[in-house]
Nanobody
């Protein structure tokens, strides 16, 4: 099972990027999806997640009001829209498929992970 995250790149402070996570239907169809990120020398941290229907989202405090997660259930795709980016948002971003219908901030709750996409925010 493979998840594919893409859309990363280099952006200036205050800019925007949209990350995309795609997967086979059987991976996403009844599962919550989470986004995580990892900076050099730091633990992988939870960014946000969305439930399998797409009606419920959760976010870590540092991205609330700036990041938005959505999903297209017909395309088996989840998006992470990132606005007002800051240098501290620089990281490799990963998407993951939850073991349940709901997202979780606990990495252990995720069964499948994508390879990650690099986001660099310059000051």
């Amino acid at each position: 099972v493979q998840l594919q995250a893409c859309g990363g790149g280099l952006v200036q402070t205050g800019g925007s990027l949209r990350l995309t996570c795609a997967a086979p239907r059987r991976t996403f169809s009844n599962n919550g999806v989470g986004w995580f990120r990892q900076s050099p020398g730091k633990e992988r941290e939870f960014v946000g997640g969305i439930n399998w229907r797409g009606g419920n989202t959760i976010y870590t405090d540092s991205v609330k009001g700036r990041f938005t997660i959505s999903r297209d259930v017909y395309k088996n795709t989840v998006y992470l829209q990132m606005n007002s980016l800051k240098p501290e948002d620089t990281a490799i971003y990963y998407c993951a498929s939850s073991r349940s219908a709901s997202p979780s901030s606990d990495r252990a709750m995720y069964a499948y992970w994508g390879q990650g996409t690099l986001v660099t925010v310059s000051s």
